[in-house]
Every structure is written in C-alpha cells, then in structure tokens.
DNA sequence: CTGAAAGCGCTTACAG
DNA sequence: CTGAAAGCGCTTACAG
C-alpha cells in the first residue's frame, strides 16, 4: 500500500495525494479531503522513512534515561511519551546502566536522526554531546543540567525548593540541619544543597553538616545512616537530596542506629514520588511541578520540530510546593 | 556523508562500499576491512530509513508499557532496552496510560514497520491485535499471556510459584488461607490463583478465599484491607497476586485494621521488586526468573528477525524461588 | 491548483 | 569479486 496505489485508486497523481498529507502544501481543499478519507478507508499511511529521507526529519525523539531505580523517572517516561505523541512525535527509547555504554546508545540513536534528543540521565558525556551536536540534533536536559552551556534545559528551582526546607525546618524549631547529597556532579544536587545551606545561614544558623552518600539511591540513602551517627552534635531536621535518598535514610537511620523519626530527627526530601505519601513512608517532601516540566518539554519539543533553531535557553520552574506528612515534626517545641 | 562520499573517498563503487556493511554479502575481506576502517574513520555509518526502505527490516523493535506504577516494569524496560541494543536492535517506546489509547499508539507505532512488538502492558486489544497480524508484525508478550494463541509469550510459569506459595504457608502452619486478586483479565492474575488454591486443596485445605482488588496497584491492595476484615474465620496466611499490591495490602492492613504483620498474618507477594527487601516492607515473596526471561525474549528477538516465521508459542520458565523476609511467620506454631 | 520528473541514501539483481 | 543501473516510497521544485 503505497502512495502510488492510493494515486491509481483515486485516479489522481502521487503529486497531489502527498500534498494532501501536507497542511501547508498547496491542495484545494475538497481534493485534500477526498484523499484522506479514502486514505482512512483503506488504511494507507505515508512511510515515515521514505518520507524523513526528503524531509530530514523524522518525528523521532531519543529518550536517555539511566537513573532508573529512582521512581521518579519510569513516571516522567511515560507521561513525555504520551504527551509528545499528542504531537505525533515518536520516542525512541535509549536505556543505559553504566555510564560508558551510554556512549555507544548515543551514537546508535543519532543514526536515527532524532529531531530532538531528551536525556533524562544524570550527565551525558562530552563525547556523547559533541555527536550530537555535529549531527545537528538539539539536546533538551531534564530535571538536570548539563556543565556546558549550549543545551536546552527543563529544570526545577531547586535552589528555591532548598531554601524551602530550610524555612520549614527552622520555622519548626530546628536548629541542627544537615545534609544528605547524591551524585557531587549532579547539578540537582548541588543546587538543592546551596538553595538549603544559604537560606539556613542567612536565618543565622550554623552552616549545615553534608553527608555524601553519592548517589540518588535506596542503597545511598541507608548507607548514610553511619555518618549521620558519627555527627555531633545531632542534627535535629535532615534534608536529603530527594526522594528515594530520603526512604533509604530514614530505613537506615531506623534500622541501623535504632532512632525514631520525627521524634529524634525530621527527615524531608525532594521529588515528591508515589510511594512518599505511602504511610510506610510518609515523607514529607518538596513537590516538583512535574506537570509544568513536561509542557515546557512538549512546547519546546514543538517549537524545535517546526521552526529551525532558537538559542539554548534553560527554563527553572518554581517547586510546586512543600508536601507535608509525617517525617518531620510540625509543632516547635 | 553518504555511501557515495565514501566511495569517491576510496575509488570504489557504491556497490562495493554497501556490501562491506553486509555479513553476508560477497566481497573480498581485504576491500571490506578497507571500507570498514575508513568508514570508522570519518564517521559513516549507513541510513537505516534508507537502507529499511528496501530491505523491509527496521530492527527497530516497539515496546508497548502502561502498567507503570508496577515497579517491576521500569526494571524490564531498561533491560530489555540494553540486551536489545546489544543485538543491534532499537526500541521505540509507547506507552498509555488509558486502554483506549493504546490502540493508537500501537498503529502509529506500526507506521515504523517495527520487526517485532513486544507487550510488557496489561492486555493488548483484539483490534491492535489484528492490525499488528496485517502489518506481519510478530508479537511477544512478556509476562502475560494473550488470550488469543497466534502471539509468542515469554513468562513465568505462574501455576507453579502461586503452588509454591501454598506450600510454603502450609508448612509454617498456616491453615486458613487467602488469595488477594489483582486485574480479573490478567493470565498471570489468573495462574497464580489457580496454583495456589489448587495445591492448598490438594493438601486437605478449605479452598482459599479470593479478595478481589482488582488492579496490580498499591492503592489497590491498601484497599482490599476491608475486604480482609470481613472474612471469618480471618485467614492466616495471604498470598497476593503481585509485590506492588502485597505493598499496599500490608499498609493497608496495619493502618486501617491495626494488624500485625506477621504476628496476625502472613503475607506474601510475587515478583521480588527491589523494594520487597527494604526493611520498612520485609516482603517474603516469589522471585520471578527476569533473567531467563529477558535472555529468552532477546533469544527469540533475534531469530525473527533474522529467518521468518516460526508458529508462535509459549515460553514458561520455573520460578526462581521463593525468598524468604519478614512478611510471613516462618515457624510452625 | 495539478502532474511529470528528479532525487533522498541506500540495496541488490544482473553483467562482466 | 566488482560496477552500472534500477528501484524502495516518498517529497518538492518546476512547468503548465
């Protein structure tokens, strides 16, 4: 089933029946809708490959993810690729466990010629970058930024969901606050961490203790338990880098060193996850607006697909809020 | 940069230049290291559109997810992504959240030609179905079974970990068991009762009570807790139907009954999630054999895209084993 | 507004 | 073993 049968059947030239898949081509109208009605009935569809050889593109989007026991992700995969759908765009779906194989997936998703490339993962490699940036594919970062500048990026103000926690835990009464960083590279991490450390200092508390567990993990998360215990004196209100950190803590600091939460520490996170408002967690947490992250994503998505270039520009979108359960202690006593 | 580049680039033919990217294709090994080699060198690598426009092979395989607040599918998705890309195939992801819509993902998907679908979601529609039959798309449902016989089916022989489950109950001492149901629909929903009420009959018990949840979701199984309650006499052991509901379940037992897990029943899940070994879940539960799962998948992944067809049949591979936590009363008392 | 023709980047019979 | 040529299913200047 090609556009030439389709042609034949309607009597027609394969001129006139593309353009009638065309809504800027220049068709009368009633021959446009001859054409796909007929089109319908008979189930013909151009051949995105015949027709991305002419056109150079493609409606292909590459998805990057790695970070995947983080829950975060699997949610946000999903909704993008519903929603760039709605747009008629495609996700081709690059996974990668370590980081040097991501190189390799990269490479391999470039030959598709992606109009757009979306990574999801903590940091893509340099080398990865410049691939992309020879093969002309834009680069979106999301809920991360790269180090260098030319890349679009979609991003929470984690620096202002930061100082958010420190408001809330010091309006509580704490006074002892600490920090559990992931990844140091992660420009989410770092950003949390400086959001949280300045606002606590500039309400004239002592800078905040850092615990580096390395990693936006459960793992990392219960294995920070340790160094929370080897801290003196006791922080009494801990921020974690987010969600799936804050779990494995809270586990860890339970399990480990026997304490309670929130009657020995406070405990708040990042993400706002589904399994946060599980009573077995009930984390309270900072929600990110993962909603207004995705349009950002899906319109920028479009705006690429349609015209040629814009300039890289980064959009930090302010958190959704602070989601209160029953990790840390409300009443200041 | 097109064969024909490298081919003026190298004094050689078209033809030449495309047979050396061709195993199979006759060529003197010397011309074809020669080709390769420069191919490396200057960053070549052949069009898949254009080469898939005649070869009528995309290896591009098209997965299909919706049920995405199981945590076991995140998990599969990256690695079947990985193994896939290791046999240099390429996955083109949809995703639905609503039934509905899943129909359109799937035929849109089908415009890429995909040399194979493989359904991780729920169930697939009999009209999604029939398109993937017309467009000659073979398709491999993982972990389910379709209710139709002319697809493949990669799964775990799901009779044999719900007959587990009993006996493990049984002999600990459990006498009065019950069954916490997930999708009515689902094969594996339906295997796992069927084994494990089967074998609990064979060994001289009542036949156990079904509760009936309805989804594979946590929210599901946290509320199946009233459901619970109103059984009498109230049972002492529960298996349900996967790890995420046996969750929810256990959550929902403690928070809205006030139980005690596993002092007032024992519950156990299936699956082994990651998070079934957290210490705030504990869950004991039947591991799925992922590993022989994926390697089969990929297995028969690469052999029909490599020869044609083969019938269709069904791959059920033994659990792999029942892990023992902290959800189930492990002496006999 | 429509059609005939060239061409996108490849592969593959067919000759040699 | 290699090359010239046809053709995969489209799109898009160019004429009319």
Redesign the interface.
Do not use: K
């Given at each position: 089933m090609t556009v030439k049968d389709l042609a034949r059947d309607l009597g027609m030239s394969v001129s006139t029946v593309s353009r009638a898949f065309h809504p800027h081509a220049v068709i009368a109208p009633q021959t446009r809708d001859l054409v796909l009605q007929r089109a319908a009935e008979i189930g013909y569809?151009p051949?995105?490959?015949?027709r991305?050889?002419i056109t150079k593109r493609?409606s292909i989007v590459g998805?990057v993810?790695s970070d995947?026991?983080n829950?975060f992700?699997?949610?946000v995969?999903?909704?993008l690729?519903?929603d760039l759908?709605a747009i008629?765009m495609?996700?081709?779906?690059?996974?990668?466990?370590a980081s040097g194989?991501i190189d390799?997936?990269v490479r391999?998703?470039l030959?598709?010629?992606p109009d757009l490339a979306v990574i999801l993962a903590s940091t893509l490699s340099t080398a990865a970058r410049r691939e992309c940036d020879e093969a002309g594919t834009p680069v979106i970062f999301f809920n991360r930024l790269s180090n260098d500048d030319d890349a679009f990026g979609v991003t929470c103000d984690n620096a202002a969901g930061g100082a958010l926690v420190a408001d809330y835990l010091i309006d509580r009464g704490h006074r002892r606050l600490a920090y559990v960083a992931a990844r140091p590279d992660a420009s989410t991490n770092i950003e949390r961490r400086e959001g949280f450390v300045r606002r606590a200092v500039e309400r004239g508390l002592a800078s905040p203790a850092v615990i580096e567990a390395g990693l936006f993990s459960?793992e990392a998360g219960y294995h920070a338990a340790p160094g929370f215990a080897a801290l003196s004196p006791r922080p009494d209100g801990v921020f974690c880098a987010n969600d799936i950190l804050a779990?494995?803590f809270?586990?860890g600091v339970?399990?480990e060193l026997g304490l309670s939460i929130p009657d020995d520490l406070s405990v708040v996170g990042f993400d706002d996850v589904?399994?946060a408002a599980?009573?077995?967690?009930g984390l309270t947490t900072v929600r990110q607006p993962v909603e207004a992250m995705l349009a950002s994503t899906v319109e920028l998505a479009r705006k690429l697909a349609a015209h040629a270039s814009t300039a890289p520009f980064v959009n930090r979108i302010p958190p959704a809020g602070l989601v209160e359960r029953q990790s840390a202690r409300t009443r200041h006593d």
């Open positions: 569809r051949n995105p490959f015949a991305s050889l493609t998805l993810v995947i026991t829950p992700y699997p949610e995969v999903t909704r690729t519903e759908r008629d495609n996700v081709m779906l690059v996974a990668a466990s194989e390799d997936a391999l998703l030959t598709y010629q459960y779990i494995g809270m586990d339970r399990r589904a399994m599980w009573p077995s967690h």
